[in-house]
């Protein structure tokens, strides 16, 4: 089993930056890929950014291209998402996700999941 825990969320305004944490504990951070999620209100949950379990390969969904960063300090046993340029579509639930596969950004493709943190972006 692996715990993930998320922090770091808030309000900010547009245009303003935040940055998300979500420290594991339980097996071997590094045998894992890691992914962020998000979910608005009334919508499904969706891919945001996913890192390969060495931090060697990254990848992001078109939405936040640019704007957010997604990296890992396996030492830590911790992943970040730094959230740059942030605007009001961006609010939502952030979660962070484990899997035992190469990175993914398939929901389905990750066995572990984190409580949740929220973003809300004003405008």
């Known amino acids: 089993q692996v715990q993930l825990v998320e922090s770091g969320g808030g309000l900010v305004q547009a245009g303003g930056s935040l940055r998300l944490a979500c420290t594991a504990s339980?097996?071997?951070?590094?045998?894992?890929?890691m992914g962020w999620f998000r979910q608005a209100p009334g919508k499904d949950r969706e891919f945001v950014a996913a890192?390969?379990?060495?931090?060697?390969?990254?990848y992001y969904a078109d939405s936040v291209k640019g704007r957010f960063t997604i990296s890992r300090d396996n030492a830590k046993n911790t992943v970040y998402l730094q959230m740059n340029s942030l605007k009001p579509e961006d609010t939502a639930v952030y979660y962070c996700a484990a899997t035992e596969s190469p990175w993914s950004t398939m929901r389905s493709r990750y066995d572990y999941w984190g409580q949740g943190t929220q973003v809300t972006v004003s405008s």
């Open positions: 890192i390969s379990w060495s931090g060697g390969s990254t």
């Open positions: 339980g097996r071997t951070f590094s045998n894992y890929a």
